[in-house]
Every structure is written in structure tokens, then in C-alpha cells.
């Protein structure tokens, strides 16, 4: 009797470091258990190392994130004349055709090319910059292009999900994410709409109760008023993506 297949994993990119491949400037790694031991049992992990696929060799000299002219740009601590900026941001665009199917994105911590946040930015003279006194966010230029093509994709460090809240927050959030683009390739509806909030109605509510009831409510008046599809998917999305961030009190997770 043949075995039932296995429920395919839901695919989630990573930073190869994070795995245990050798690809960090200095040849080595930065393996993270809790990733590859936890969330590998839910997750098709995918790994990627955008410095390395523009074409810097393992071991590379060492870059960082340098404010010049008011703009942020990547560079290398040693010779300051090579400048990755563009190429970061190039490869970005060139792996949407997979990144629009990934559910997840899980990113090296202060990574000047990863690094999803708090990155650590300096001046000319290599002095860290205060990111609150500055315009710039302090994020590795290929998350940052990752994100901008995909801003509702659930993304964290392996610092953050060290944190067992947050790491099954994250889980939670993938999986929703990963339904809601189930959702939208078939043919979309208000009352389509409508039953996925349904399915998932007890997992919003535990988060933020009344934020929960206004993603309804939204969905209820739009119905109402015959209202657009595209408008009401574009502000639902973001409403519930804001809201799936909240994390619950440990007694209900």
C-alpha cells in the first residue's frame, strides 16, 4: 500500500548563513538552530546570499552601510571605492520571479546586505550614526528592495526569533500569509473576501480584538456599498498585516 505524500512545506526564503553555508565574508557561517531545527519541520527553507550571487568571492573583504550625501550606500571597509549599492539592489529585482512565491523571509541580523532593521549606518569616517538623527533606516539594501516589492510578506531576524513569542507569531503570520495567497489566485470576490476573514476570524481576534471587528465590520459596509474589490483587498491586507504583528499574550498562543 503506497504511503500518503507528505503536505507540501510552506516555502520560506533565508540568508544561506543561517543554514551553515560557508558564504559570510570571512568564510564562515552563522548557524541558527532555531531556525533549522524548529522551523524547518514547518517551512521549505530556501536559501539565498545575495553577496555572493553578484559575484563576491567567499572570503571578500568586509562591506557596511556609509551615509554620503545623504544617501545610504554599501561599501566595502577596506576599499572604499568598491560600491555594491546598485548591484544589492539589481539582485533584488532580479529574484522576484521567486520571492513572489515565498511566504516568509528570514534575514541575517545587521547585515549591511540582509539586515531588515537597525542596521548599523556610519559616516565618512566610519563613526555608527544615531539612526533617530538621521533620514535613513538602517536596512541591508537587498531586504530593503525585497520589501518594497513585497511589503505585506511576514519578515524577521534570527535575533528576533530567538524569541519564542515572537518566533510562533511568525509561524502564525507565514501561514496566514501563505492562505491569503492562496486566496488571490482564484477568482477574488467581497465574498470571498468575507469567508476567508471567517476561517481565520478566532486567530485575528486573539491579536487585537477590536482591530479584528473593524477588519469585519470594513468587509460587512463594503459588501453594503458594492464597493471595489481591488480597493477593499488593498486596505484589508495592509490592516491585517499591521494587526497580525501584535503579539498575543502567551496564554493564548
Known sequence: MAKPE?????????????????????????????ITNTLRKYFNLIPFCPEVDIGLGVP????????????????????????????????????????????????????????????????GNGKVLDHHKTNASGVGLYA???????????????????????????????????????????ELSLKALSAFHQDHQHIFIKHHKRFAVELETGLVSAEQDGDDIKQVKDVYIERLTRLLKIIPASKNL
Open 144 to 186: 530593503q528592495e525585497l520589501m518594497k516589492n513585497f511589503p505585506y510578506l511576514p519578515v524577521e531576524d534570527e535575533d528576533s526569533l530567538s524569541h519564542r513569542l515572537i518566533r510562533e507569531n511568525f509561524i502564525m503570520r507565514v501561514g496566514i500569509y501563505h492562505c491569503w495567497q492562496s486566496l488571490l489566485t482564484k
Open 60 to 123: 571578500r573583504e568586509a562591506v557596511h552601510l556609509v551615509m554620503v550625501n545623504n544617501a545610504v550606500r554599501c561599501v566595502s571597509t577596506v576599499s572604499p571605492k568598491l560600491d555594491i549599492t546598485e548591484q544589492l539592489i539589481n539582485c533584488a529585482e532580479q529574484q522576484k520571479h521567486w520571492h513572489e512565491n515565498l511566504s516568509g523571509y528570514i534575514f541575517k541580523r545587521n547585515s549591511s546586505s540582509c539586515g531588515p532593521n537597525k542596521v548599523n549606518l556610519v559616516d
Open 6 to 34: 507528505e503536505p507540501q512545506k510552506i516555502p520560506v526564503g533565508v540568508s544561506s548563513c543561517l543554514l551553515g553555508e560557508r558564504v559570510r565574508y570571512d568564510g564562515g557561517h552563522k548557524y541558527n538552530p532555531h
